[in-house]
Structures are given as structure tokens and as C-alpha cells.
T-cell receptor, first 116, second 114 residues
Framework: NAGVTQTPKFQVLKTGQSMTLQCAQD?????MSWYRQDPGMGLRLIHY???????DQGEVPNGYNVSRSTTEDFPLRLLSAAPSQTSVYFC???????????????FGEGSWLTVV | AQSVTQLGSHVSVSEGALVLLRCNYS??????LFWYVQYPNQGLQLLLK??????LVKGINGFEAEFKKSETSFHLTKPSAHMSDAAEYFC????????????FGSGTRLLVRP
């Protein structure tokens, strides 16, 4: 079971560089999202999507772009990396509905990003 | 806006002792509530969730949580701690009509002493 797959797992960037974190899910979930995790702050929502072609901002969107051209993929772009974007990034997916998996967010394994 | 408070950034228990991790939320309308566990350098795994069915929710690995509307709480318990329970635990909440957006607490790291 692949679930939610993120790449790369580790990345070091220089300040000002751009990069894309890839995320794919194989569960046909309608909703996808990106969170960042920082020590003592839990996870915070960056951007989310309620379906192909539809995205919206979360709590901490500045410095990030997203797009959703297909149901399966939801890449996160860092436009000009800053040290404040050093964090662990998690992609997630979910669907609404009944059943054991309904209304439950499933997370990828995380991407550790360091900006120097 | 929704918020989640987890009391205690670190909780230490002896192996075999009761585990109690506290979570309070702020919402005038009962939300959906979740507990996730994160082992070092790994992603988040769902332990259990409350989505307006039974108020006592049983999860994986022997954990359970009780939704108490009057106290706006969703504390996580386990009768007997195992060494393998050492991890970070996150409480999270979502609105019923936007379950795809989670608000997380700051996390509680559980330490289990032999």
C-alpha cells in the first residue's frame, strides 16, 4: 500500500534557491494538503486543495506555491528559500464520508528541508 | 478560530503505569477530534478519532480517548505503558464541514521509564 508518497526525504538548499517537494497519493482522495512541523508548534497548514484545479491558503502560506492538475499529485514549490523555511514538511490526503477511513487525514513520511 | 491545547510538553511514566495525555479544544460546536502518534523521523500515524459517534473511542495499540463536551476535552489514555509507546503524540481538531483541515496541538512527548 503506497498511500501518500513524498519526495525527496531530505534536501539542503541555499538561501534564494527554489525547489519543489513532490507528493502523490493513490487512494483517489479528493482532498490534499501540505503541513510544516516545527519544534514546539505542532503541524501548521500551508496550502490545501479540495479537488483538481482548486487550491487555497492555510495558516502559513507565504513563500510557497501549490497547484493540483490531477487528483493524485499536489506539489509544493518554494519560490526563494529562506532559513525560516527550514522545517519538516508533510503532505496529506483525505476524503469525507462514512466508514473507517472517512474524514481521516493520512500523512506521508515527511520531507526534511534545511535552508542554509 | 479553533485551537487545541495539550497540557505538558513532556510526560514521563514508568513501564506498566497509566498513560494520560491531556487535550482541550476551543469550539462552541463539537468538532472532529483526532490523536496521532509520531515516532522519531517518521510520519504521523492515526491512533483514534472522534466523529460524533460514541464518546469513548478505542484506537490502536490499546489507547482510548473520551470526548467530554462539557469539559471540551479529549484526553488520551492507556492502562499500562509499554516501552514501545515512547513517541510524540499530537491532538488535532477539525470543523465538521472542513474535515480536511486540521488544527494541531503543540504535541506531548511521552517518555517511558523501565
Amino acid at each position: 500500500n503506497a498511500g501518500v508518497t513524498q519526495t525527496p526525504k531530505f534536501q539542503v538548499l541555499k538561501t534564494g534557491q527554489s525547489m519543489t517537494l513532490q507528493c502523490a497519493q493513490d487512494m483517489n482522495h479528493e482532498y490534499m494538503s501540505w503541513y510544516r512541523q516545527d519544534p514546539g508548534m505542532g503541524l501548521r497548514l500551508i496550502h490545501y486543495s479540495v479537488g483538481a484545479g482548486i487550491t487555497d491558503q492555510g495558516e502559513v502560506p507565504n513563500g510557497y506555491n501549490v497547484s493540483r492538475s490531477t487528483t493524485e499529485d499536489f506539489p509544493l514549490r518554494l519560490l526563494s528559500a529562506a532559513p525560516s523555511q527550514t522545517s519538516v514538511y508533510f503532505c496529506a490526503s483525505s476524503y469525507t464520508g462514512q466508514g473507517r477511513s472517512g474524514n481521516t487525514i493520512y500523512f506521508g513520511e515527511g520531507s526534511w528541508l534545511t535552508v542554509v | 478560530a479553533q485551537s487545541v491545547t495539550q497540557l505538558g510538553s513532556h510526560v514521563s511514566v514508568s513501564e506498566g503505569a497509566l498513560v494520560l495525555l491531556r487535550c482541550n479544544y476551543s469550539s462552541s460546536v463539537p468538532p472532529y477530534l483526532f490523536w496521532y502518534v509520531q515516532y522519531p523521523n517518521q510520519g504521523l500515524q492515526l491512533l483514534l478519532k472522534y466523529t460524533s459517534a460514541a464518546t469513548l473511542v478505542k484506537g490502536i495499540n490499546g489507547f482510548e480517548a473520551e470526548f467530554k463536551k462539557s469539559e471540551t476535552s479529549f484526553h488520551l489514555t492507556k492502562p499500562s505503558a509499554h516501552m514501545s509507546d515512547a513517541a510524540e503524540y499530537f491532538c488535532a481538531v477539525s470543523d465538521v464541514d472542513s474535515s480536511y483541515k486540521l488544527i494541531f496541538g503543540s504535541g506531548t512527548r511521552l517518555l517511558v521509564r523501565p
